[in-house]
C-alpha cells in the first residue's frame, strides 16, 4: 500500500490530518522559481516526521516558507512527499524504506529518531536532518564539520543548557531547594542534558528528582512522583515525545501548581511558564537551505552540520500569576519574548 503522496495533489483525508492538508494546499501559490530548478520535472523531497504530524505542522509550515523563500514553487520545480497517514515511532524505517523506493532526492528528517530511521533505509539518498540532538554521539555523521556519508543539517547540541535552565528557575523561586527533571531515556541527548543538569544542581545546592517517561500514559505517573517528592518547581528535555505532547504536559504543571521551564517554545506558547532553548522553527525554515544546496549539486559530505547560534528565553506572565509568580525585572529584561 502507498504510503505517501505528493503534496501537489494533496494527501489523504483523515481528521488527524486536516491541518497538514490545509498546509500542503496553502503554498501552492508563491513567487518565483528557484533559478537551479526551471527545466525539468520537479525534485522530489520526502519528509519523514519522528512521528504524528498533526502536533507539529507549524514546523513543516516553516520548512515551506524556507523553500518558498529560496524561490521553490510546489507543483512547478519541487514536488514534498508528505506521510498519506500519522506516523507511528514504530513504523519509521518502514516509511523511510518507501520515501527510498519512491526515489525522491532529498530525504527531510525531523527529530533524532527520523533521523537514524532514515539512515538505516539508505546510504546514498541525500539525508537533511533538523533538531537532532546529537548527531556525532549517535553516528549519524563522523564529525560536525564534515559530516562524511550521507547526511547534513542542524542539530540542536547545547547539553549544558539544563544547568542554564535550573539557575533561571533558582533566580524565579529563590528558595527552591527539590527540582525534577522530566526526560525522555530512549533520546541519548537526554542522559548528557540530566547529567549536565545535576552538575548544576550540586552547585546551586539543589536537589534534583529525575522523572522518566516512555510514551503519553507516562506523563501523569511522572508529575505524581514530583509531588509526592516535594519537587518545587521542574525541567523537562526536549524531545520528540515531549513535543508532541505538549498539551498534556503543560496542563499537568497548571494542575500540579508545579512552575516548569521547557525545552521548547512551542510549551510556553501552549501556556506553559518558560522555555529556554533553540528556536526550533528557525531550524525547520534553515533545513531548506540545506535541501536547496543538495538539489543544485552539494554533496552532504561536505556541507557542515549548524548549530543553534541563538539560545531563545520565552517567559508566560499569565501563566506566571496564576502561579503566583513574579517574574524578577533582571529575567524579564533578558527575555526574547514575554507573553502577557
Known amino acids: 500500500m502507498k504510503q505517501f503522496r505528493n503534496a501537489e495533489c494533496g494527501l489523504r483525508n483523515g481528521p488527524t490530518l486536516t491541518l497538514v492538508l490545509a498546509l500542503?494546499?496553502?503554498?501552492?501559490?508563491?513567487?518565483?522559481?528557484?533559478?537551479a530548478q526551471q527545466a525539468g520535472k520537479p525534485s522530489r523531497v520526502g519528509i519523514l516526521p519522528s512521528?504524528?504530524?498533526?502536533?507539529?505542522?507549524?514546523?513543516?509550515e516553516a520548512f515551506r516558507q524556507g523553500l518558498r523563500e529560496l524561490g521553490y514553487v510546489e507543483g512547478k520545480n519541487i514536488a514534498l512527499e508528505f506521510p498519506s497517514t500519522e506516523v507511528r515511532s514504530d513504523r519509521l524505517v518502514d516509511v523511510a524504506t518507501e520515501l527510498v523506493r519512491l526515489k525522491v532526492d532529498v530525504i527531510v528528517?525531523?527529530?533524532?529518531?527520523?533521523?537514524?530511521?532514515?539512515?538505516?533505509?539508505?546510504?546514498?539518498?541525500?539525508?537533511v536532518i533538523v533538531g537532532v540532538a546529537d548527531p556525532v554521539s549517535t553516528k549519524l555523521i563522523a564529525s560536525l564539520a564534515r559530516p562524511g556519508g550521507n547526511i547534513t543539517g542542524l542539530a540542536n547540541i547545547t547539553p549544558d543548557i539544563g544547568g542554564k535552565r535550573l539557575?533561571?528557575?533558582?533566580?524565579?523561586?529563590?528558595?527552591?531547594?527539590?527540582?525534577?527533571?522530566?526526560?525522555?531515556?530512549?533520546?541519548?541527548?537526554?542522559?548528557?542534558?540530566?547529567?549536565?543538569?545535576?552538575?548544576?544542581?550540586?552547585?546551586?545546592?539543589?536537589?534534583?528528582?529525575?522523572?522518566?517517561?516512555?510514551?503519553?500514559?507516562?506523563?501523569?505517573?511522572?508529575?505524581?512522583?514530583?509531588?509526592?517528592?516535594?519537587?518545587?518547581?521542574?525541567?523537562?528535555?526536549?524531545?520528540?515525545?515531549?513535543?508532541?505532547?505538549?498539551?498534556?504536559?503543560?496542563?499537568?504543571a497548571a494542575k500540579n501548581q508545579l512552575p516548569t521551564i521547557y525545552g521548547f517554545r512551542e510549551f510556553?506558547?501552549?501556556?506553559?511558564?518558560?522555555?529556554?532553548?533553540?528556536?526550533?522553527?528557525?531550524?525547520?525554515?534553515?533545513?531548506?537551505?540545506f535541501v536547496d544546496k543538495i538539489?543544485?549539486?552539494?554533496?552532504?559530505?561536505?556541507?557542515?552540520?549548524?548549530?543553534?547560534?541563538?539560545?531563545?528565553?520565552?517567559?508566560?506572565?499569565?501563566?506566571?500569576?496564576?502561579?503566583?509568580?513574579?517574574?524578577?525585572?533582571?529575567?524579564?529584561?533578558?527575555?526574547?519574548?514575554?507573553?502577557?
Open 167 to 252: 539557575q533561571l528557575l533558582k533566580e524565579v523561586i529563590p528558595r527552591v531547594s527539590r527540582v525534577a527533571i522530566l526526560s525522555n531515556p530512549a533520546t541519548p541527548y537526554a542522559a548528557l542534558v540530566v547529567r549536565e543538569t545535576e552538575i548544576a544542581a550540586r552547585t546551586l545546592g539543589v536537589q534534583l528528582q529525575s522523572l522518566e517517561v516512555r510514551g503519553p500514559n507516562d506523563f501523569e505517573i511522572a508529575f505524581g512522583a514530583a509531588i509526592r517528592g516535594r519537587a518545587g518547581a521542574l525541567i523537562t528535555v526536549e524531545d520528540p515525545l515531549t513535543l508532541r505532547n505538549r498539551a498534556q504536559i503543560v496542563a499537568l
Open 295 to 340: 538539489l543544485n549539486g552539494a554533496k552532504p559530505a561536505d556541507l557542515p552540520v549548524e548549530q543553534p547560534t541563538k539560545i531563545e528565553l520565552v517567559i508566560n506572565l499569565k501563566t506566571a500569576k496564576a502561579l503566583g509568580l513574579k517574574i524578577p525585572q533582571s529575567i524579564l529584561i533578558r527575555a526574547d519574548q514575554v507573553i502577557q
Open 51 to 60: 512521528g504524528p504530524i498533526s502536533g507539529l505542522s507549524h514546523l513543516w
Open 268 to 289: 510556553v506558547d501552549a501556556g506553559g511558564l518558560m522555555s529556554y532553548a533553540a528556536n526550533l522553527s528557525d531550524m525547520y525554515r534553515r533545513a531548506a537551505t
Open 109 to 127: 528528517a525531523g527529530g533524532t529518531p527520523a533521523a537514524q530511521a532514515a539512515k538505516q533505509a539508505t546510504t546514498t539518498v541525500p539525508i
Open 24 to 35: 500542503a494546499l496553502g503554498f501552492l501559490a508563491a513567487p518565483l522559481a528557484a533559478e
